[in-house]
């Protein structure tokens, strides 16, 4: 899986009300409206720069606060084709992982606003293609890869009527 896109960068601790303000979360039902409001409150107009496949990169402790899945599942369905943070809350990551939202732990220093990156999920390599630069990450384990490729754990039920690891390396 490799992805392409623009980046938008934020700092430490974002959490999911950065990610989507609790009042859009009881009003709206609809991922598609309410993704209109993502990261508002961190950057109001966020929503407007954002192209489809841009990443969002982060610093420590992205995802912290609510356990709910609305906060990656907006976050996908506004077009982020990934998010880059150096640390990830837990149950966040996992969330992620389940929607089908790609999030990859890097050193996000050498990644700024505007640049343009190339991800390789497979093979655990960024491309900073404004700066020229490559950084090295984990490669995604496999099964989490699969995820991903089907749309995330429900997806991925819906295609093999299981947890299917034969598909998987």
């Given at each position: 899986m490799i992805l392409k896109g623009k980046v938008h960068k934020f700092g430490n601790d974002i959490n999911t009300d950065y990610?989507?303000?609790s009042k859009y979360k009881t009003r709206i039902s609809d991922m598609t409206e309410m993704a209109k409001h993502v990261m508002e409150d961190a950057d109001p107009e966020f929503a407007a720069k954002l192209s489809a496949?841009?990443?969002i990169v982060a610093g420590s402790n992205f995802g912290c606060g609510s356990s709910r899945e609305?906060?990656?599942r907006v976050i996908k369905t506004s077009g982020v084709s990934a998010v880059l943070a150096k640390g990830f809350a837990r149950i966040f990551f996992r969330n992620a992982i389940n929607v089908g939202l790609p999030v990859v732990e890097c050193?996000?220093?050498q990644i700024d606003e505007g640049d343009d990156l190339e991800v390789d999920l497979?093979?655990?390599r960024i491309r900073n293609l404004t700066k020229g630069l490559e950084l090295g990450v984990a490669p995604l384990p496999d099964v989490m890869v699969e995820l991903l490729k089907d749309g995330?754990?429900?997806e991925h039920f819906k295609r093999y009527g299981t947890f299917?690891?034969?598909s998987v390396k």
């Amino acid at each position: 899986m490799i992805l392409k896109g623009k980046v938008h960068k934020f700092g430490n601790d974002i959490n999911t009300d950065y990610i989507i303000p609790s009042k859009y979360k009881t009003r709206i039902s609809d991922m598609t409206e309410m993704a209109k409001h993502v990261m508002e409150d961190a950057d109001p107009e966020f929503a407007a720069k954002l192209s489809a496949g841009d990443f969002i990169v982060a610093g420590s402790n992205f995802g912290c606060g609510s356990s709910r899945e609305t906060a990656p599942r907006v976050i996908k369905t506004s077009g982020v084709s990934a998010v880059l943070a150096k640390g990830f809350a837990r149950i966040f990551f996992r969330n992620a992982i389940n929607v089908g939202l790609p999030v990859v732990e890097c050193d996000t220093s050498q990644i700024d606003e505007g640049d343009d990156l190339e991800v390789d999920l497979e093979a655990g390599r960024i491309r900073n293609l404004t700066k020229g630069l490559e950084l090295g990450v984990a490669p995604l384990p496999d099964v989490m890869v699969e995820l991903l490729k089907d749309g995330g754990l429900v997806e991925h039920f819906k295609r093999y009527g299981t947890f299917n690891l034969q598909s998987v390396k």
